[in-house]
């Protein structure tokens, strides 16, 4: 486990090795609600990990504090900055990934849409509005962003109303990649009644990806 400062703070960060032959590392930050050692997080970072990608997962601060809501963006971008400071000291010739679930990876969105300099931007579960609130779009810097990007959300995400998410692209600058996952909720969960298990989802999740990757 790393431990990173953060201004006069710190947090903890565990780097994962690729189980095959590295293509990348991917620096993934968690959901609002989930912390780096959630069972989402490690099941995506072990998807991911299969298809040759070091995973990087870290606490933003107000989770490593164990404090309740999350901190505003601005932190949490410095927080995700720092790691990925440390990460390019750790891995300097692999070609870096960032992105995350949720509001981590609208962080790193934000990132992006700054001029942050990355290989891809690899989203999970995009939050593009609250549950039930398709007026509050999360939209707004997205077409700044320059560097490919994949973002995978389910079909039964209320964070994500597809039609919204497609009206939404058709203002993206750059190469983005939208993949839906059928029956999948915003934790990538499906019904027993689709004949899928969550297992089934993140190898999807994988294959994905490392289809995304070789187009690089």
Same mark, same amino acid.
């Given at each position: 486990?790393? /431990? ?11 780097? #994962? ?10 620096? +993934?930050?968690?959901? *609002? ?15 991911? /990990? ?22 505003? +963006?601005?932190? %949490?971008? @410095? ?21 995350? /679930? ?9 990132? *992006?849409? #700054?001029?942050? #300099?990355?290989?891809? !931007?690899?989203? !999970? ?11 509050? =779009? ?25 039609? %919204? +998410?497609?009206?939404? !692209?058709?203002? *993206? ?22 004949? /899928?298990? @969550?297992? @089934? ?11 995304? =990757?070789?187009?690089?």
């Amino acid at each position: 486990m790393w /431990r990173i400062p953060v201004g006069a703070e710190i947090t903890s960060a565990i780097p #994962d090795a690729a189980a095959t032959e590295r293509r990348g590392v991917y620096v +993934m930050a968690h959901g *609002a609600g989930g912390n780096m050692n959630d069972k989402a997080m490690i099941g995506a970072a072990n998807a991911l /990990r299969r298809i040759g990608l070091d995973v990087v997962r870290f606490n933003f601060l107000y989770k490593e504090k164990g404090a309740g809501g999350p901190d505003r +963006m601005p932190k %949490l971008v @410095d927080c995700f900055t720092a790691v990925v400071d440390r990460v390019r000291e750790e891995y300097p010739r692999a070609p870096l990934y960032i992105g995350g /679930r949720s509001m981590g990876g609208r962080a790193a969105s934000m990132m *992006a849409a #700054d001029g942050f #300099d990355a290989a891809g !931007l690899l989203l !999970l579960a995009y939050p593009l509005h609250p549950p039930g609130q398709h007026d509050k =779009l999360r939209d707004a810097h997205l077409p700044a962003i320059t560097m490919p990007v994949l973002c995978f959300n389910g079909t039964r995400d209320t964070f994500c109303e597809p039609t %919204l +998410m497609m009206g939404v !692209l058709n203002k *993206a600058k750059t190469r983005w990649t939208m993949h839906w996952i059928e029956d999948a909720d915003h934790g990538f969960h499906v019904p027993k009644k689709s004949g /899928r298990s @969550d297992a @089934d989802v993140l190898e999807e999740v994988a294959e994905a990806t490392s289809a995304w =990757l070789g187009t690089l």
